[in-house]
Structures are given as C-alpha cells and as structure tokens.
C-alpha cells in the first residue's frame, strides 16, 4: 500500500475522531492548555529576570579617572585603544567639561557646594573614560588589558580606576545571576515535566474510553499503525489547539500583567515582550504542545496494542 | 486448512476451558460448533483468531502455527478470517459505510474500490439505506448484519460467525444464514458457533459438539440432534 494513503487515510481518521469525541478532545485540550500556559509563564519569568539582571550590570561599569592637567588626546587615544578590547561594549569619555556640568547638576540645590565652586573659580574636576563590557564576568579581563596600557600605568596621569571599589558587587551580581538562572532553569524543567504527567493521565483517560475501539481494530486485523496511528494525529491536533487557545488567552493576560511588571521590574513590559516575540512564542508552544501529545499518545496506546 | 492439534487451553479465572481438542477443517468447507452455553465454542473461535494462546497444542492454518507468528505478522493474518462476534464488536466512532471501508483500507484497498465495493456489501444485508447511521443507531439485527458485511467485505479465506443468529428473529436468521450458505459456495470456509437448533437442522452439513471443552460429536450432513 502506498505510503502517501496510508498517510492521509491515518490523518483524516485522525480529524474525524477529533471532532466526532468533542467532549474528550474538548477537556484534553483544556489540561493541556493548563499546562501550556505553565510553560509560558515561565518563559515569562525567565525573560524577565534575565531583563532584571541585565538591567543592574547595565549600572556595572568600570570608571578611570584622570588628573585635570592631563592631555585631552592621550585621553582619546587610550578610548580608541580600550575600544578595540574584544570584550569592551563601550567606552564613553567625559570630558572636564561635561564632568562639571554633570556635577553642578547633581548639586544644584546643594548651597554649601555652589559657593564653594564659584570661590574656587575654575573647573576642579578631572576628565574619566566609563567603560562596559558585554558581560560584567568579563571585567576582570577588561581591567587586566586596561592595565597594561602605559598611559593608565603613569601614575601622573591616572587618578583612580574604581574598579576595585566595585569588584565585590560584582562577583555577588555574578553569583546572584548565575544562582538565579540554575533556579529558573531547574523550575522550568521540574514544571515541564509535571505538565508531561498531567497530559499523560488526560490523554490515558481519553485513550482509555478508546480502550474498546484499539481492541476492535486489532481484531479485524489492523496493523499497529491504523490504530496508533490516528490517535498520534489526535495527540498533534490537541497539542496544536492547546499551542493556539495559549496565545489566544496569553493576549489578555500579558495586557493586565504587563501593567504590574512595568512598574515592578524596572520597565519590562511583558505584553510588549508578547508582542515583539510572537512568533518564537507560538513555534514554543506548538512544537512543545505537539511533542507532549504525541508522546503522551504514543505511550498511551502501547497498552491496548498487545492484543 | 485449519488443524487443531490436541490443544488445550485452561483460565485460573474462567470455568470455560478446553481439551485435547484434535479437528481438521479443510478449505471450502461449512462447519457448525454446536453445544450448550460455556461449552467452549468460543474459546476455540478466540485461539483460532490469535486473540488467545494454547497451553498447549498447536494450531495450524495453511501448515503455518499460528500462535508462533511474530506480533507484526498477527494483522496480516487476521486479515484472512472474517469474523462475526457475537457481540458485534462495531466501530461506535464510524458510521455504517465506515466500519465496512474501514475493514477494506486495512488491506489497502484504493479509494474508488471502497466507493464501488461498500455499498454492494450494505445492500446485500440490507443496510444501504443505513449508510451515514452509527451502529449505537441500528437495532440488534441491523448491527449483526452489519457485522456480517464488514466480515465478508474482503472475500476472506474464512469466515467465522460466533453466534450470528442469537439475537435475531426467524426470518432475518433465514436471511443471515443464506448469506452465509451463498459465501460458502463461493468458495469461503465457514465456521458457524451456535445452539440454535434450527439453523443447523436447516443447513444439514457438518455438525461438531462441544460439551465441556471436549469434542463429543462429529459427523458429516448431519441435525443437532444424534438420531
């Protein structure tokens, strides 16, 4: 027989039985639905605790501070040669200038700092070179090719570089970062399995109450993949309809959160979030709904195939 | 054809059970299994169909033993008999159509031989008006002839009915066993299970008793009764 009818005679009797047992489909899709939105709520989490982190190493930076009488373009030639480090994201400069500024503003209401600068008359300040790297774990090797540099190992040149200051706050943000991720992965995984086994008994139920039809089949000379095989499709299509009725309810749901979360994590918007990754949302849950409902079939089936 | 050598078959849980049961049935033959209710008329039916395995004996169906068939390979042979349940065993998913086309995708049947072929089948028990009905739908008689179509879709090499005529009246039992009597003369081995005495009065072929998983009787052209 060819393998394209037997393809096409399995899926249609697939479709059939999906919609001609309304009731059970209806109630395996709503479990798994459940177990979906498990899923994607800790998509969710992790996006935005991943957004949270990145967030605080944003604020991690590493600061060279320069004495005032030093040559604006020894400054800018250093920028461009940390700028090359593989490592470095950016390195901005702040000139003398714009240090003064920043600080007048900072101290506007502050009286006792506005006389003291106008009696010093002059701009006190020095010039500095902010500097980030992609992740904060890299500063250590920022700092040690920043450090090899003449210019910064000139004593008469550079003021202070605050890496040091920082450094503990940023082993513990390392720390934090890679504890939270270990949780947040491990959660996932505890929780996918457990939307496994929930699916699993659903789908057992519903293949149960086809206990009868497996054994007629198998009696009348069925090979395993007329009575498998239409219940495979069933377990696809109650993962699609779980995948879709997901994105559908997370429309509404993302909406009211991401009213919370915005004010809560640091600006995350997760209906935004929602929107923008839409379509590596639906493909999650589709391939992830599809494989739990083939799976969950496939091992359902196996009991009543022994006849 | 079909050997049946010294098997036995005994349950822990079920009282039916059967003996050293030896019988021959060659190719083309009509064959009534008669005997009282728990006899093991059954029993025999279900280890002829590969759904039980002997505890010892063996059974041979064209000098293959069946029982030795690799799992993959029981499908194929069922594929041979037809079968009649005494309780129909009916698709309650597909409707009337469907559970015939059904029996005929399983060999690969193509699409327009189904078209051609279901409803000559329906008609000649006559359900062709029953086609879209389920089988929850169809009175007792009408899911037994329905049955009786879905096991002679395929022509088989056998046909078994276990109990075909138990729940109709007189006149569909007429009409199922000529159904029977025309298969048969195409040239299908038929294996009819029943204790209806009428029916094997009516038919005059080879008649084998079962009482208490033994054969007590078997005997050519012959009634239900010993004369």
Redesign the interface.
């Known amino acids: ?1 060819s393998l394209r ?1 037997d393809l096409q ?1 399995i899926i249609r009797e697939g479709l ?2 999906f919609w ?2 309304k009731l059970v489909s209806f109630s395996t899709v709503v479990v798994m639905t459940m177990s979906l939105m498990m899923i994607a709520a800790l998509l969710f989490l992790n996006a935005v605790l991943g957004f949270s982190l990145r967030q605080l190493q944003d604020r991690v930076d590493i600061n060279i501070y320069f004495f005032p009488d030093v040559p604006e373009s020894e400054i800018l030639t250093l920028q461009e040669r940390i700028q090359i480090i593989p490592e470095v994201r950016d390195v901005q400069y702040v000139s003398r200038e714009q240090a003064f500024i920043d600080f007048v503003e900072r101290h506007k209401d502050d009286d006792l700092i506005n006389r003291s600068l106008e009696e010093l008359g002059d701009n006190p300040l020095g010039a500095s070179l902010n500097i980030r790297a992609y992740e904060s774990t890299q500063y250590e090797a920022v700092v040690a090719a920043i450090e090899s540099e003449p210019v910064v190992t000139n004593s008469e040149f550079v003021e202070r570089i605050n890496y040091y200051d920082n450094k503990s706050l940023i082993d513990r943000l390392n720390q934090f970062s890679d504890a939270v991720r270990l949780v947040a992965y491990a959660v996932i995984i505890v929780f996918g399995i457990v939307a496994l086994l929930v699916v699993l008994s659903t789908m057992r139920i519903a293949i149960f109450a ?1 206990k ?2 497996i054994i ?9 993949r ?1 009575t498998r095989g239409p219940f495979i499709v069933m377990g696809a299509l109650y993962g699609i309809s779980a995948a879709l009725l997901t994105m559908i309810v997370l429309y509404p749901m993302t909406h009211w959160v991401g009213v919370y979360t915005k004010t809560f994590f640091g600006g995350m918007d997760i209906f935004n979030y929602y929107l923008i990754n839409a379509i590596p949302i639906v493909v999650v849950l589709l391939a992830t709904g599809m494989i739990i409902g083939v799976v969950s079939s496939y091992i359902a089936t196996r009991k009543y195939l ?2 | 054809m079909i050997v049946f050598d010294k098997i036995s078959k005994t349950y822990q849980s079920k009282n039916t059970s059967v003996h050293d049961i030896d019988l021959k049935i060659k190719k083309g033959e009509f064959v009534a299994l008669i005997g009282p209710s728990g006899a093991g008329k059954t029993t025999l039916l279900r280890l002829l ?1 590969a ?1 039980e395995k002997p505890t010892s004996g063996s059974l041979h169906f064209n000098g293959v033993n069946i029982h030795n068939l690799r ?2 390979d029981v ?5 041979k ?1 037809g ?1 009649v ?1 005494q309780d129909y ?5 597909k409707t009337v159509y469907e559970n015939v086309a ?2 005929m ?4 049947k ?2 327009s031989e189904i078209k051609a072929d279901v409803p000559h089948a329906l008609e000649l028990v006559g359900l062709e008006e029953k086609g879209f009905s389920f089988p929850t739908q169809l009175s007792g008689g009408e899911q037994q002839r329905l049955a009786i179509a ?1 096991a002679i879709i395929n022509q088989p090499e056998v046909l078994i009915a276990d109990e075909p005529t138990g729940s109709l009246d007189p006149h569909s039992s007429q009409s199922v066993l000529n159904i029977l009597k025309k298969i048969n003369e195409l040239g299908t081995t038929v294996i009819l299970a029943t204790h209806d005495r009428e029916v094997v009065d009516a038919l005059h072929r080879r008649v084998v008793k079962i009482d208490h998983g033994r054969i007590t009787r078997d005997e050519e052209n012959a009634s239900y009764h010993e004369h």
Request: without cysteine; charged residues 35%.
């Open positions: 027989m009818l005679r059939i039985n001609r047992n086809s009868k039809e007629i089949k198998r009696l009348v000379g069925a090979e395993h007329y022994k006849i | 169909l759904e799992r993959a499908p194929k042979y069922r594929q008999i079968v349940f065993k009916l698709l309650e998913n059904f029996a995708e399983m060999i690969g193509s699409d879905r």
